[in-house]
Protein backbone atom coordinates (compact mmCIF):
# COMPACT_ATOMS: atom_id res chain seq x y z
CA UNK A 1 0.00 0.00 0.00
CA UNK A 2 1.16 3.64 -0.51
CA UNK A 3 3.06 4.06 2.47
CA UNK A 4 3.05 1.33 4.57
CA UNK A 5 5.11 -0.92 3.00
CA UNK A 6 8.19 0.71 4.28
CA UNK A 7 8.88 2.53 0.75
CA UNK A 8 6.39 4.61 -1.46
CA UNK A 9 4.84 3.06 -4.05
CA UNK A 10 2.62 5.00 -6.75
CA UNK A 11 -1.11 4.44 -8.01
CA UNK A 12 -3.64 5.76 -10.70
CA UNK A 13 -6.17 6.90 -9.31
CA UNK A 14 -9.43 9.45 -10.33
CA UNK A 15 -11.98 11.65 -8.84
CA UNK A 16 -13.76 8.34 -7.38
CA UNK A 17 -11.62 7.84 -5.16
CA UNK A 18 -11.89 11.39 -3.61
CA UNK A 19 -15.56 10.91 -3.68
CA UNK A 20 -15.29 7.87 -1.71
CA UNK A 21 -13.25 9.50 0.79
CA UNK A 22 -15.87 12.15 1.35
CA UNK A 23 -18.89 9.67 1.79
CA UNK A 24 -16.94 8.18 4.29
CA UNK A 25 -15.55 11.08 6.18
CA UNK A 26 -19.66 12.00 5.76
CA UNK A 27 -20.97 8.43 6.79
CA UNK A 28 -18.16 8.74 10.16
CA UNK A 29 -19.93 12.48 10.97
CA UNK A 30 -23.65 10.89 10.94
CA UNK A 31 -22.47 8.11 13.41
CA UNK A 32 -20.46 10.20 15.39
CA UNK A 33 -23.64 12.38 15.81
CA UNK A 34 -25.86 9.31 15.88
CA UNK A 35 -24.02 8.26 19.68
CA UNK A 36 -22.31 10.82 20.61
CA UNK A 37 -24.63 14.28 21.77
CA UNK A 38 -24.46 18.21 20.56
CA UNK A 39 -21.19 16.90 18.53
CA UNK A 40 -22.53 18.49 15.46
CA UNK A 41 -22.53 22.04 17.27
CA UNK A 42 -18.94 21.87 17.67
CA UNK A 43 -15.56 22.43 16.15
CA UNK A 44 -12.91 19.74 15.55
CA UNK A 45 -9.10 20.32 15.81
CA UNK A 46 -8.05 17.93 12.98
CA UNK A 47 -4.32 17.53 12.23
CA UNK A 48 -4.14 17.14 8.79
CA UNK A 49 -1.00 17.61 6.79
CA UNK A 50 -0.51 18.43 2.81
CA UNK A 51 2.57 17.97 0.90
CA UNK A 52 3.81 19.12 -2.27
CA UNK A 53 3.01 17.64 -5.19
CA UNK A 54 5.34 16.60 -8.01
CA UNK A 55 4.86 15.73 -11.44
CA UNK A 56 5.29 12.51 -13.58
CA UNK A 57 7.64 13.21 -16.85
CA UNK A 58 3.94 13.03 -19.19
CA UNK A 59 2.66 16.00 -16.33
CA UNK A 60 0.49 13.72 -14.00
CA UNK A 61 0.64 15.30 -10.36
CA UNK A 62 1.87 12.65 -7.97
CA UNK A 63 0.64 13.01 -4.23
CA UNK A 64 0.02 11.17 -1.35
CA UNK A 65 -3.75 10.28 -1.17
CA UNK A 66 -4.51 12.48 1.84
CA UNK A 67 -2.82 15.53 0.34
CA UNK A 68 -5.14 14.05 -3.01
CA UNK A 69 -8.34 14.55 -1.08
CA UNK A 70 -6.78 18.19 0.21
CA UNK A 71 -6.26 19.30 -2.81
CA UNK A 72 -9.72 17.98 -4.46
CA UNK A 73 -13.28 19.23 -5.01
CA UNK A 74 -14.30 17.23 -2.78
CA UNK A 75 -12.42 18.41 -0.23
CA UNK A 76 -12.70 22.17 -0.80
CA UNK A 77 -16.79 21.79 -1.57
CA UNK A 78 -17.67 19.54 1.77
CA UNK A 79 -20.75 20.35 2.91
CA UNK A 80 -19.98 21.85 6.25
CA UNK A 81 -16.90 23.21 7.80
CA UNK A 82 -16.49 22.28 11.48
CA UNK A 83 -12.35 22.06 11.19
CA UNK A 84 -10.97 24.98 13.67
CA UNK A 85 -8.14 25.21 10.89
CA UNK A 86 -8.65 27.40 7.91
CA UNK A 87 -7.85 24.86 4.96
CA UNK A 88 -4.61 27.48 4.16
CA UNK A 89 -3.36 25.99 7.18
CA UNK A 90 -4.19 22.70 6.46
CA UNK A 91 -2.54 23.20 2.63
CA UNK A 92 0.90 25.01 3.93
CA UNK A 93 3.26 22.43 2.77
CA UNK A 94 5.67 23.19 5.91
CA UNK A 95 4.97 20.69 7.93
CA UNK A 96 5.98 22.49 11.12
CA UNK A 97 4.23 25.83 10.00
CA UNK A 98 1.14 23.58 9.97
CA UNK A 99 1.56 22.24 13.08
CA UNK A 100 2.22 25.10 15.03
CA UNK A 101 -1.15 27.28 13.47
CA UNK A 102 -3.28 23.95 13.64
CA UNK A 103 -2.72 24.77 17.28
CA UNK A 104 -2.91 28.18 17.50
CA UNK A 105 -6.26 28.18 15.45
CA UNK A 106 -7.56 25.09 18.13
CA UNK A 107 -6.52 26.82 21.20
CA UNK A 108 -7.91 30.08 20.08
CA UNK A 109 -11.38 29.04 19.75
CA UNK A 110 -11.20 26.46 22.58
CA UNK A 111 -14.67 26.41 23.92
CA UNK A 112 -16.26 25.64 21.10
CA UNK A 113 -14.06 22.78 20.59
CA UNK A 114 -15.59 19.09 20.73
CA UNK A 115 -13.41 16.67 19.28
CA UNK A 116 -9.29 16.17 18.32
CA UNK A 117 -8.78 14.67 15.16
CA UNK A 118 -6.10 13.17 12.99
CA UNK A 119 -6.31 10.21 10.88
CA UNK A 120 -3.45 8.11 12.86
CA UNK A 121 -3.39 8.79 16.48
CA UNK A 122 0.81 8.93 16.13
CA UNK A 123 0.15 12.50 14.74
CA UNK A 124 -1.78 13.16 18.12
CA UNK A 125 0.80 12.34 20.25
CA UNK A 126 3.32 14.13 18.04
CA UNK A 127 0.96 17.05 18.07
CA UNK A 128 1.19 16.97 22.09
CA UNK A 129 4.70 16.49 22.14
CA UNK A 130 5.05 19.57 19.67
CA UNK A 131 2.91 21.63 21.71
CA UNK A 132 5.22 20.86 24.99
CA UNK A 133 7.92 22.79 22.86
CA UNK A 134 5.80 25.62 21.74
CA UNK A 135 3.33 26.26 24.02
CA UNK A 136 4.94 29.43 25.50
CA UNK A 137 4.99 30.87 22.01
CA UNK A 138 1.74 30.30 21.12
CA UNK A 139 0.22 31.80 24.51
CA UNK A 140 2.33 34.82 23.61
CA UNK A 141 0.34 35.00 20.01
CA UNK A 142 -2.77 34.39 21.45
CA UNK A 143 -2.01 37.27 23.86
CA UNK A 144 -1.11 39.90 21.48
CA UNK A 145 -3.00 38.66 18.04
CA UNK A 146 0.22 38.60 16.61
CA UNK A 147 1.73 35.25 15.10
CA UNK A 148 5.11 34.50 15.08
CA UNK A 149 7.52 36.35 12.04
CA UNK A 150 8.47 32.23 11.60
CA UNK A 151 5.25 31.60 10.34
CA UNK A 152 6.41 32.95 6.34
CA UNK A 153 3.40 31.12 4.31
CA UNK A 154 1.40 33.92 3.30
CA UNK A 155 -1.37 32.95 2.85
CA UNK A 156 -1.85 30.45 6.40
CA UNK A 157 -0.16 33.99 8.00
CA UNK A 158 -2.68 35.74 6.91
CA UNK A 159 -6.02 33.26 7.71
CA UNK A 160 -4.17 32.97 11.24
CA UNK A 161 -4.27 36.40 12.11
CA UNK A 162 -8.07 36.45 10.85
CA UNK A 163 -8.80 33.89 13.37
CA UNK A 164 -6.89 35.43 16.13
CA UNK A 165 -8.99 38.44 15.39
CA UNK A 166 -6.82 40.39 18.17
CA UNK A 167 -5.08 39.86 21.20
CA UNK A 168 -6.83 37.91 24.06
CA UNK A 169 -4.53 37.87 27.17
CA UNK A 170 -7.66 36.15 29.39
CA UNK A 171 -7.46 33.41 27.16
CA UNK A 172 -3.75 33.11 27.14
CA UNK A 173 -3.54 33.43 30.53
CA UNK A 174 -5.79 30.35 31.33
CA UNK A 175 -3.92 27.60 28.68
CA UNK A 176 -0.57 29.06 30.55
CA UNK A 177 -2.07 27.89 33.71
CA UNK A 178 -3.04 24.57 32.92
CA UNK A 179 0.88 24.35 31.15
CA UNK A 180 2.30 25.44 33.70
CA UNK A 181 1.14 22.93 36.22
CA UNK A 182 3.11 19.94 37.28
CA UNK A 183 1.76 16.82 34.91
CA UNK A 184 0.13 17.04 31.93
CA UNK A 185 -1.85 14.02 32.78
CA UNK A 186 -5.43 15.24 30.80
CA UNK A 187 -4.13 17.90 28.72
CA UNK A 188 -6.46 17.26 25.83
CA UNK A 189 -9.47 17.99 28.23
CA UNK A 190 -7.77 20.68 30.44
CA UNK A 191 -6.93 22.78 27.21
CA UNK A 192 -10.04 22.12 25.75
CA UNK A 193 -12.72 21.84 28.12
CA UNK A 194 -15.43 20.49 26.04
CA UNK A 195 -14.26 17.91 23.77
CA UNK A 196 -16.36 15.09 23.87
CA UNK A 197 -13.96 12.40 22.26
CA UNK A 198 -10.76 11.74 20.36
CA UNK A 199 -10.74 10.56 16.84
CA UNK A 200 -7.64 8.47 15.28
CA UNK A 201 -6.88 5.19 13.89
CA UNK A 202 -5.84 3.60 17.04
CA UNK A 203 -5.93 0.16 15.71
CA UNK A 204 -2.67 -2.35 14.44
CA UNK A 205 0.42 -0.25 14.95
CA UNK A 206 -1.74 2.54 16.45
CA UNK A 207 -2.28 0.44 18.78
CA UNK A 208 1.21 1.62 20.71
CA UNK A 209 -0.47 5.14 21.74
CA UNK A 210 -3.36 4.23 23.52
CA UNK A 211 -1.76 4.48 27.00
CA UNK A 212 -0.04 7.62 25.62
CA UNK A 213 -3.73 9.07 24.47
CA UNK A 214 -5.06 8.06 27.56
CA UNK A 215 -3.09 9.65 29.60
CA UNK A 216 -3.15 13.21 27.40
CA UNK A 217 -6.67 12.90 27.57
CA UNK A 218 -7.76 11.53 30.74
CA UNK A 219 -9.30 8.66 29.11
CA UNK A 220 -12.36 10.81 26.96
CA UNK A 221 -13.46 8.23 24.49
CA UNK A 222 -11.08 7.43 21.12
CA UNK A 223 -13.01 6.82 18.66
CA UNK A 224 -11.11 4.98 15.86
CA UNK A 225 -12.90 5.36 12.74
CA UNK A 226 -12.52 3.75 9.37
CA UNK A 227 -10.03 1.34 7.89
CA UNK A 228 -8.44 2.78 4.75
CA UNK A 229 -5.73 2.60 2.13
CA UNK A 230 -3.96 4.27 -0.70
CA UNK A 231 -5.45 1.56 -2.68
CA UNK A 232 -9.27 1.82 -1.49
CA UNK A 233 -11.05 2.57 1.47
CA UNK A 234 -12.50 -0.16 2.96
CA UNK A 235 -15.10 0.65 6.05
CA UNK A 236 -15.87 2.06 8.65
CA UNK A 237 -16.39 1.57 12.89
CA UNK A 238 -20.24 1.54 13.22
CA UNK A 239 -19.68 1.12 16.88
CA UNK A 240 -17.87 4.85 17.81
CA UNK A 241 -18.85 4.33 21.50
CA UNK A 242 -17.01 0.35 21.52
CA UNK A 243 -13.51 0.43 23.28
CA UNK A 244 -10.35 0.67 21.45
CA UNK A 245 -9.58 -3.32 21.26
CA UNK A 246 -13.34 -3.94 20.29
CA UNK A 247 -13.31 -1.92 17.22
CA UNK A 248 -13.94 -3.77 13.78
CA UNK A 249 -14.60 -2.10 10.26
CA UNK A 250 -17.66 -2.78 8.52
CA UNK A 251 -17.19 -3.08 4.89
CA UNK A 252 -18.68 -0.85 2.74
CA UNK A 253 -19.61 -3.27 -0.98
CA UNK A 254 -19.98 -0.41 -3.01
CA UNK A 255 -16.24 1.13 -2.79
CA UNK A 256 -13.90 -1.73 -4.99
CA UNK A 257 -14.50 -4.99 -5.66
CA UNK A 258 -13.32 -6.92 -2.72
CA UNK A 259 -12.10 -10.36 -2.42
CA UNK A 260 -9.96 -12.40 0.33
CA UNK A 261 -7.19 -14.33 -0.09
CA UNK A 262 -7.60 -17.31 3.14
CA UNK A 263 -4.67 -16.85 5.98
CA UNK A 264 -5.96 -19.58 8.57
CA UNK A 265 -3.16 -21.66 9.53
CA UNK A 266 -2.69 -25.04 7.56
CA UNK A 267 -5.41 -24.05 4.74
CA UNK A 268 -3.86 -20.43 2.85
CA UNK A 269 -4.41 -19.44 -0.34
CA UNK A 270 -8.06 -19.97 -1.13
CA UNK A 271 -9.74 -16.87 -2.41
CA UNK A 272 -13.26 -15.75 -2.04
CA UNK A 273 -15.72 -13.20 -2.52
CA UNK A 274 -17.08 -10.48 0.17
CA UNK A 275 -20.38 -12.35 0.53
CA UNK A 276 -18.43 -16.16 1.25
CA UNK A 277 -16.57 -15.20 4.40
CA UNK A 278 -16.08 -17.00 7.23
CA UNK A 279 -16.94 -15.26 10.81
CA UNK A 280 -13.65 -16.42 12.70
CA UNK A 281 -11.33 -16.95 9.72
CA UNK A 282 -8.27 -14.73 9.18
CA UNK A 283 -8.23 -13.34 5.68
CA UNK A 284 -5.75 -10.86 3.12
CA UNK A 285 -7.55 -8.61 1.38
CA UNK A 286 -7.57 -8.56 -2.42
CA UNK A 287 -8.68 -5.02 -4.11
CA UNK A 288 -9.86 -4.02 -7.25
CA UNK A 289 -10.95 -0.42 -7.38
CA UNK A 290 -12.51 1.74 -10.25
CA UNK A 291 -8.81 3.71 -10.96
CA UNK A 292 -7.33 1.19 -13.42
CA UNK A 293 -6.99 -2.56 -14.11
CA UNK A 294 -5.32 -3.35 -11.18
CA UNK A 295 -5.69 -6.15 -8.10
CA UNK A 296 -3.77 -5.30 -5.09
CA UNK A 297 -2.86 -7.82 -2.27
CA UNK A 298 -2.64 -5.37 0.59
CA UNK A 299 -0.17 -7.20 2.76
CA UNK A 300 -2.95 -6.76 5.91
CA UNK A 301 -4.66 -9.88 7.74
CA UNK A 302 -8.36 -9.19 8.92
CA UNK A 303 -10.38 -11.49 10.88
CA UNK A 304 -14.18 -11.23 10.54
CA UNK A 305 -16.10 -10.79 13.66
CA UNK A 306 -19.25 -10.45 12.84
CA UNK A 307 -21.69 -8.78 10.78
CA UNK A 308 -23.60 -5.64 10.42
CA UNK A 309 -26.90 -6.92 8.70
CA UNK A 310 -25.50 -8.53 5.26
CA UNK A 311 -21.77 -6.78 5.62
CA UNK A 312 -19.11 -8.52 6.84
CA UNK A 313 -16.96 -6.61 9.80
CA UNK A 314 -13.33 -6.97 10.16
CA UNK A 315 -11.17 -6.80 13.03
CA UNK A 316 -7.67 -5.63 12.05
CA UNK A 317 -5.03 -8.34 12.75
CA UNK A 318 -1.53 -6.70 11.49
CA UNK A 319 0.67 -6.32 8.88
CA UNK A 320 1.04 -9.78 7.25
CA UNK A 321 5.31 -10.15 6.52
CA UNK A 322 5.86 -7.38 9.38
CA UNK A 323 7.71 -10.45 11.75
CA UNK A 324 10.76 -10.49 14.21
CA UNK A 325 12.89 -13.16 13.46
CA UNK A 326 16.66 -14.33 14.36
CA UNK A 327 16.60 -18.42 14.04
CA UNK A 328 13.51 -20.80 13.37
CA UNK A 329 10.76 -18.69 15.38
CA UNK A 330 8.43 -16.32 13.70
CA UNK A 331 7.38 -13.25 15.78
CA UNK A 332 3.96 -11.35 14.29
CA UNK A 333 2.94 -7.86 14.44
CA UNK A 334 0.60 -9.51 17.29
CA UNK A 335 3.49 -11.26 19.35
CA UNK A 336 4.87 -7.87 18.96
CA UNK A 337 2.30 -5.85 21.00
CA UNK A 338 0.96 -7.99 23.27
CA UNK A 339 4.76 -8.69 24.71
CA UNK A 340 5.25 -4.83 24.66
CA UNK A 341 1.69 -4.52 26.58
CA UNK A 342 2.22 -6.91 29.11
CA UNK A 343 5.67 -4.34 29.50
CA UNK A 344 3.36 -1.40 30.01
CA UNK A 345 2.42 -2.53 32.88
CA UNK A 346 5.30 -2.85 34.84
CA UNK A 347 6.51 0.71 33.59
CA UNK A 348 3.14 2.34 35.16
CA UNK A 349 5.00 1.42 38.55
CA UNK A 350 7.25 4.01 37.62
CA UNK A 351 7.28 7.64 36.93
CA UNK A 352 7.60 6.70 33.19
CA UNK A 353 5.54 6.67 29.79
CA UNK A 354 6.30 4.94 26.76
CA UNK A 355 6.19 7.31 23.97
CA UNK A 356 7.12 5.53 20.69
CA UNK A 357 8.67 2.26 20.11
CA UNK A 358 10.00 0.37 17.28
CA UNK A 359 12.01 -3.02 17.09
CA UNK A 360 15.04 -4.95 15.24
CA UNK A 361 16.19 -8.15 14.59
CA UNK A 362 19.89 -8.27 15.33
CA UNK A 363 22.01 -10.70 13.67
CA UNK A 364 25.23 -8.99 13.17
CA UNK A 365 26.44 -10.51 16.65
CA UNK A 366 25.87 -14.31 17.55
CA UNK A 367 23.79 -14.94 18.49
CA UNK A 368 21.26 -12.62 17.15
CA UNK A 369 18.81 -10.84 19.51
CA UNK A 370 15.51 -8.37 19.39
CA UNK A 371 16.11 -4.92 20.08
CA UNK A 372 13.01 -2.52 21.19
CA UNK A 373 13.84 0.83 21.02
CA UNK A 374 12.24 2.66 23.77
CA UNK A 375 11.33 6.73 23.75
CA UNK A 376 10.16 7.65 27.79
CA UNK A 377 8.67 10.89 29.00
CA UNK A 378 8.18 11.53 32.31
CA UNK A 379 4.35 11.66 33.76
CA UNK A 380 5.04 14.90 35.21
CA UNK A 381 6.73 17.04 32.71
CA UNK A 382 9.22 18.56 34.74
CA UNK A 383 11.14 15.97 35.76
CA UNK A 384 14.23 14.22 34.13
CA UNK A 385 14.03 10.86 32.52
CA UNK A 386 15.64 8.11 34.91
CA UNK A 387 15.26 4.67 33.56
CA UNK A 388 15.26 2.50 36.69
CA UNK A 389 17.61 -0.67 35.93
CA UNK A 390 15.08 -3.36 37.82
CA UNK A 391 12.48 -1.86 36.36
CA UNK A 392 13.88 -1.91 32.44
CA UNK A 393 15.45 -5.49 32.96
CA UNK A 394 12.13 -6.47 34.21
CA UNK A 395 10.31 -5.45 31.31
CA UNK A 396 12.86 -6.98 29.03
CA UNK A 397 11.76 -10.43 30.70
CA UNK A 398 8.49 -10.01 30.55
CA UNK A 399 8.53 -9.56 26.91
CA UNK A 400 10.54 -12.19 26.72
CA UNK A 401 8.21 -14.47 28.57
CA UNK A 402 5.20 -13.26 26.35
CA UNK A 403 6.55 -14.19 23.28
CA UNK A 404 5.80 -17.72 21.17
CA UNK A 405 6.33 -21.25 22.94
CA UNK A 406 9.26 -21.82 19.94
CA UNK A 407 10.91 -18.39 20.55
CA UNK A 408 11.10 -19.19 24.51
CA UNK A 409 12.55 -22.46 23.60
CA UNK A 410 14.94 -21.25 21.41
CA UNK A 411 16.26 -19.03 23.80
CA UNK A 412 15.98 -21.09 26.54
CA UNK A 413 17.06 -24.58 25.61
CA UNK A 414 19.95 -24.34 23.21
CA UNK A 415 20.84 -20.60 23.47
CA UNK A 416 19.80 -19.80 19.67
CA UNK A 417 18.37 -16.20 20.70
CA UNK A 418 20.48 -13.84 23.03
CA UNK A 419 18.86 -12.04 25.70
CA UNK A 420 16.22 -9.40 24.65
CA UNK A 421 17.55 -5.93 24.75
CA UNK A 422 15.73 -2.27 25.57
CA UNK A 423 17.21 0.42 23.81
CA UNK A 424 16.11 3.75 25.48
CA UNK A 425 16.32 6.62 23.45
CA UNK A 426 16.18 10.42 23.79
CA UNK A 427 13.05 12.59 23.89
CA UNK A 428 12.40 13.23 19.94
CA UNK A 429 14.19 10.81 18.63
CA UNK A 430 10.84 9.17 16.74
CA UNK A 431 10.08 12.35 15.76
CA UNK A 432 13.82 12.18 13.72
CA UNK A 433 12.69 8.77 12.64
CA UNK A 434 9.47 10.28 11.19
CA UNK A 435 10.90 13.24 9.61
CA UNK A 436 13.91 10.61 8.00
CA UNK A 437 10.71 8.56 6.85
CA UNK A 438 9.02 11.68 5.52
CA UNK A 439 12.32 13.00 3.54
CA UNK A 440 12.34 9.46 2.47
CA UNK A 441 9.07 10.05 0.49
CA UNK A 442 6.12 8.61 3.19
CA UNK A 443 2.82 10.84 4.18
CA UNK A 444 2.43 13.52 7.11
CA UNK A 445 -0.72 12.54 7.32
CA UNK A 446 -0.44 8.75 6.84
CA UNK A 447 2.97 8.13 8.54
CA UNK A 448 2.94 5.08 11.35
CA UNK A 449 5.54 4.17 13.30
CA UNK A 450 7.20 0.98 11.60
CA UNK A 451 6.24 -1.95 14.65
CA UNK A 452 10.18 -2.99 13.18
CA UNK A 453 12.64 -1.48 11.47
CA UNK A 454 14.66 -2.97 8.09
CA UNK A 455 16.55 0.35 7.09
CA UNK A 456 19.82 0.78 7.63
CA UNK A 457 19.47 4.36 7.39
CA UNK A 458 16.75 4.78 9.94
CA UNK A 459 18.53 2.53 12.31
CA UNK A 460 21.70 5.08 12.37
CA UNK A 461 18.69 7.44 13.65
CA UNK A 462 18.12 5.58 16.44
CA UNK A 463 21.46 4.53 17.16
CA UNK A 464 22.49 7.74 17.41
CA UNK A 465 20.34 8.71 20.37
CA UNK A 466 20.48 5.88 22.32
CA UNK A 467 20.70 6.62 25.89
CA UNK A 468 20.99 3.60 28.30
CA UNK A 469 20.76 -0.40 27.03
CA UNK A 470 18.83 -3.33 29.10
CA UNK A 471 18.84 -6.91 28.28
CA UNK A 472 16.99 -9.31 29.79
CA UNK A 473 18.68 -11.48 32.88
CA UNK A 474 16.90 -14.92 32.76
CA UNK A 475 15.51 -17.18 29.94
CA UNK A 476 11.68 -17.21 29.92
CA UNK A 477 10.00 -20.59 30.72
CA UNK A 478 8.97 -22.74 27.89
P1 LIG B 1 -1.06 3.75 3.22
O1 LIG B 1 -0.12 2.65 2.86
O2 LIG B 1 -0.32 4.94 3.72
O3 LIG B 1 -2.08 4.02 2.18
O4 LIG B 1 -1.85 3.18 4.49
C1 LIG B 1 -2.67 2.04 4.37
C2 LIG B 1 -2.32 1.04 5.43
O5 LIG B 1 -2.50 1.63 6.72
C3 LIG B 1 -3.24 -0.18 5.43
O6 LIG B 1 -2.86 -1.14 4.49
C4 LIG B 1 -3.07 -0.66 6.87
O7 LIG B 1 -1.88 -1.42 7.03
C5 LIG B 1 -2.93 0.66 7.65
N1 LIG B 1 -4.26 1.06 8.14
C6 LIG B 1 -5.18 1.84 7.53
N2 LIG B 1 -6.30 1.94 8.26
C7 LIG B 1 -6.08 1.18 9.37
C8 LIG B 1 -6.84 0.86 10.51
N3 LIG B 1 -8.06 1.35 10.70
N4 LIG B 1 -6.28 0.06 11.44
C9 LIG B 1 -5.04 -0.43 11.29
N5 LIG B 1 -4.27 -0.16 10.24
C10 LIG B 1 -4.77 0.63 9.28
Not at 53 to 58: A, F, H, K, L, V
Not at 309 to 333: C, D, H, I, M
Not at 434 to 457: D, H, L, N, V
Request: hydrophobic content about 35%; charged content about 20%; overall charge negative.
Amino acid sequence: SGTSGGKQKIFPVNNKFFEDMAFIFALRSSLISKHIEGDEKGKVVMLFFAREQSITPCGLPISTSVTGYLLSDSFKNRPSNCFTSPDEVTLCPDLKQTMYCHLLCGLRQRDEVVAMAASFASSLVGAVTFFESYWKEICSNIRSGHVSEWITDLSCREAVTNILGGGNSELADNIEEECNKKSWKGIIPRLWPNVKFIQSIVTGQNSQYIPMLEFYSNKVHLFSPAYGSSETMFGVNVNPLCKPEDVSYTFMPNISYFEFILADEGNKGEIVDLVNVEIGSYYEPLITNYYGLHRYRMGDILQVSGFYNNAPQFRFVGRKNLVLSVNLEVTTEEDILKALNNATLILQRSDLLLMGFTSYADISTLPGHYIFYWELTAKNISDTIKPDNKVLVECCCVMEESLSALYREIRSKDGSIGPLEIRVVQQGTFNSLMEFSISQGASPSQYKTPMCIKSSEALVVLDNNVLARFFSDKSPPF
